[in-house]
């Protein structure tokens, strides 16, 4: 045997033992063995470093997240119920009791909650909710904050006044009617209504965020960046005390990573999941936790590209792409397909026995033809390597790519990393881009009117395709200023129907949203919302 | 010698000045505006554009360069995007940590490396020496993730001898054993590159020593071949190493970026990895200019102590 050979065996075999010891130490995973000592601290791998803790400011639902658990509005979301209990959310009393309507529609009048303490010993009262509001919508205010307003605009868009009316009443003057306020108020995500307390916020100024003060059933105790933001117990809460004494967030960017801290015991629960790893962590125990939340993952058209100015050209692309394959073989049932412009989860979804623009690349071929693109076009499509609420995007996009290959539509895939994707997409489709993705999406169906207004055509706003039709416009202004919910609910029927018909943008998947709990947690729930709350929570 | 040293330091300060300008023109190509990505999408084009004066992005590029160039020299290193807080603040602990974890590969990789190497000269063309070869070739190969992912399955998984990653335990954070124990699979995988980079130089070093005269007269002075071996050979060999070790110290820092991704460390690698997912320009420019820094200055005091233990370096 020459040294070469020799040398290059003694290679090859040490690799072998690597991976074999590699491939023995993974089967050999599995729940840990119970009886064990556990502590009372429960761990959550979350997907990505959080914002600000500025819940006001904070962009994002991995952030609000957390968020939730420490600070309340007046209006809140009965995330007590799972999704299959309850298609969307109730909205509840939180620091408001309760609250009054006017018959115009134009005045919110809140009976707030008395005897209720933000973490701090600040008193929450009437003066409170006027300082938070102000610092999110009155310009002259000392406490206006510009990133606060930005992103709660849509909420405070027709405010015309607040009124202190006692110590525990607040009167919103509105300039409109706008039934979804109330839902609006029980939001979170990119910007939360909810109630800081306004001591700290003088106190601590710009460095509110690493010091958030709210009145929720969990406190901040400290934020390590990359490693940890730590909350524990509110002893003093108004409510139903939490179970858990302690709850760490811990970003774990990396899916496969999250499932191996899970594995090895060093998180409780896991967000998102690798898709293909689901299967065999139910077979060894794991929980695998579903939901509906309110969100769509889509494509936005350009309007100002010439092929999908014509509504032919769109409807072929939605009748182009096989949604049930993408959700049951590339996503393994971690989504369901989408043919509607609301999500499930949203008190207006159209649930019907018809199922538009069904998978047919035959008809939409016809409709090509019929556009003046017998041999289909080329075209560009946008979207994020990653993100909340975007499962595998990049996969995703090359499925329809292949989806539109068939019918002659020819996709170029343009990727971008989340954060600038967003930042990107929010200044609107620019000269060449045919479609854009996005996962969004609110429980009320004032959503569809954000995206689609033409008076929020970016950059000034979400609608980044330039969708302008005047009927749909009506529509919207016609179900905003609906006073009563019945009304509301048969008006938002109305432009759900124009924009099936229309497409201003195409359904893809509703994402069910999976989280894995190692099997001592109990009581968690995931209701129909991007978030969870945390009370009921609690580890054997 | 002080004229070669002021030589090497106002160079070493010209390539610094290099990195800022390059860190500079790079994150000007990244798309999407930092002043909406900070106010977020509601906000009026009044406020975008009030943002964008007060952060100076209106200016021209060479008046940004200088203002970014000013901001270093008074310790400002702007202010995280995603964060808001000082990005100095917000950097210093991560590159503490991350110094942590290159420090303690290096110790691995020096102690080991050296070690491998002398023994492998000693025994050049035995089993120890091609088995010692064979793994080196293998370690300075395997790309560094890879070999984290694989750390992990087969002893955090299989074994579960030690946690998939972070620094300490979340449930109960602290503690030196703790932070020993999440240390150890990042900080051997991290070393595997430099081990096996210094192994193979002082194998060669010391076998070139070997051939020396001085040896010869060594030996026939009837000096212990351990004392030749690690006293006067070594020493004649460590020119060399230093060199090299300084180097090392270098794409250690940069390969701890990915080691620190696979591993969840809480490190500069981990926070430039987020930065750039954030497009937080101000900690990328801070966290690249960190690393510039570092590898220039470990360089320096490498070249700087060669030229005090081989003169003739000065010349090279």
Redesign the interface.
């Known amino acids: 045997m020459n040294?070469k050979t020799?040398?290059h065996r003694?290679?090859l075999s040490?690799?072998c033992v690597?991976?074999m010891?590699?491939v023995?130490?993974?089967?050999?995973?599995m729940v840990p063995a119970s009886g064990e000592a556990w502590?009372d601290?429960l761990?959550i791998g979350i997907e990505?470093?959080p914002?600000?803790l500025d819940p006001q400011?904070a962009?994002g639902w991995v952030t609000y997240r957390i968020n939730h658990q420490m600070f309340e509005g007046l209006v809140g979301q009965d995330l007590s119920q799972p999704s299959a209990e309850a298609a969307s959310t109730e909205l509840k009393p939180l620091l408001a009791e309760s609250w009054d309507i006017s018959a115009d529609g134009l005045t919110y009048t809140f009976q707030l909650r008395e005897g209720v303490k933000f973490h701090d010993g600040t008193p929450f009262n009437a003066q409170a909710v006027d300082f938070n509001i102000r610092r999110m919508w009155d310009k002259d205010a000392p406490q206006y904050d510009?990133?606060a307003?930005?992103?709660?605009?849509?909420l405070w868009q027709f405010l015309e006044d607040i009124t202190v009316v006692d110590d525990y009443t607040v009167a919103l003057t509105m300039s409109q009617p706008f039934s979804p306020f109330l839902r609006l108020m029980a939001q979170g995500g990119?910007?939360a209504a909810v109630m800081m307390s306004p001591d700290a916020v003088e106190k601590y100024g710009?460095q509110i965020?690493?010091h958030p003060v709210g009145t929720g059933p969990f406190k901040f105790e400290d934020r390590?960046?990359?490693?940890?933001v730590t909350l524990v117990r509110n002893d003093d809460y108004w409510g139903e005390e939490a179970e858990l004494e302690k709850v760490?967030f811990?970003?774990?960017?990396?899916a496969a990573?999250r499932v191996?801290?899970l594995?090895?015991e060093?998180?409780d629960m896991i967000a998102v999941p690798t898709p293909d790893s689901i299967a065999k962590l139910e077979d060894d125990g794991f929980v695998i936790t579903e939901a509906a939340p309110p969100h769509i993952w889509y494509l936005t058209a350009n309007m100002n590209e010439e092929p999908m100015q014509d509504v032919r050209v769109r409807q072929a692309i939605s009748m182009a792409i096989d949604r049930e394959g993408m959700a049951d073989g590339l996503l393994e049932s971690t989504a369901l397909p989408a043919y509607r412009n609301q999500a499930p989860a949203n008190s207006a979804y159209l649930a019907s026995a018809d199922t538009p623009y069904k998978y047919d690349p035959q008809k939409a071929k016809e409709l090509l033809a019929e556009a003046g693109y017998p041999d289909g076009f080329s075209t560009v499509l946008e979207t994020s390597v990653?993100g909340s609420g975007q499962m595998v995007p990049v996969q995703m996009a090359e499925y329809i790519q292949q989806n539109l290959a068939a019918v002659g539509i020819d996709v170029e895939i343009q990727t971008?990393?989340?954060?600038?994707?967003?930042?990107?997409y929010?200044?609107g489709l620019q000269d060449g881009v045919g479609m854009a993705q996005m996962s969004w999406g609110m429980s009320t169906p004032y959503w569809l009117g954000i995206v689609t207004n033409v008076n929020l055509i970016a950059?000034?706003?979400?609608n980044v395709g330039y969708y302008d039709n005047p009927e749909m416009q009506d529509a919207i202004d016609a179900a905003i200023l609906a006073t009563d919910d019945e009304t509301a609910t048969k008006l938002w029927a109305d432009v759900n129907a124009i924009a099936i018909e229309d497409l201003p943008f195409i359904p893809i998947v509703n994402d069910k949203s999976p989280y894995v709990l190692s099997p001592r947690v109990e009581g968690f729930v995931l209701a129909s919302e991007e978030w969870y709350d945390l009370t009921n929570v609690s580890l054997s | 010698m002080t004229l070669f040293s002021l030589k090497r330091i106002g160079s070493a300060l010209l390539v610094l000045l290099g990195v800022t300008l390059i860190v500079f023109l790079l994150l000007q190509l990244v798309p999407g505006d930092p002043a909406r990505a900070i106010l977020g999408q509601g906000a009026t084009d009044e406020a975008v554009q009030q943002l964008r004066n007060e952060l100076g992005l209106n200016d021209s590029l060479p008046q940004q360069y200088a203002t970014y160039l000013g901001g270093l020299l008074t310790g400002d290193f702007g202010t995280s995007i995603s964060q808001g807080l000082p990005v100095l603040e917000l950097l210093l602990p991560k590159l503490g940590n991350t110094l942590i974890l290159a420090a303690a590969a290096l110790i691995i990789a020096v102690v080991f490396g050296v070690t491998l190497g002398v023994i492998a000269a000693r025994k050049q063309g035995g089993i120890f020496d091609r088995v010692a070869m064979a793994l080196s070739l293998g370690g300075a190969s395997a790309p560094v993730y890879w070999a984290g992912l694989l750390a992990v399955a087969a002893l955090s998984l299989g074994l579960g001898w030690f946690p998939t990653g972070g620094m300490y335990n979340a449930r109960e954070p602290g503690g030196f054993l703790d932070l020993i124990s999440h240390l150890a699979l990042p900080a051997v995988v991290a070393a595997l590159v430099p081990l096996a980079v210094i192994a193979r130089l002082t194998r060669a070093e010391v076998i070139e020593a070997l051939s020396g005269d001085y040896v010869t007269v060594l030996r026939a002075s009837g000096i212990s071949e351990r004392t030749m071996l690690w006293k006067h050979v070594l020493r004649n060999a460590l020119p060399s190493l230093i060199g090299i070790i300084g180097l090392q110290v270098g794409y250690l820092l940069g390969g701890v970026i990915f080691v620190e991704v696979v591993f969840q460390w809480p490190g500069l690698g981990q926070q430039l990895y987020t930065a750039i997912t954030a497009n937080d320009l101000p900690i990328v420019q801070a966290g690249v200019l960190f690393v510039a820094i570092v590898f220039v200055v470990i360089n320096l005091i490498s070249d700087l102590l060669t030229a005090v233990l081989d003169p003739r370096a000065k010349a090279a």
């Open positions: 040294r020799h040398r003694i290679r040490g690799a690597v991976i010891a590699a023995l130490g993974t089967s050999s995973c502590s601290t761990v990505s470093e914002d600000i400011g962009g510009v990133r307003a930005g992103n709660t605009t849509f990119t910007g710009d965020q690493n390590v960046r990359g490693e940890r760490v811990r970003p774990i960017p990396d990573a191996n801290s594995r090895n060093e998180t990653d971008y990393e989340w954060i600038s994707y967003i930042s990107h929010n200044e950059p000034n706003g979400p």
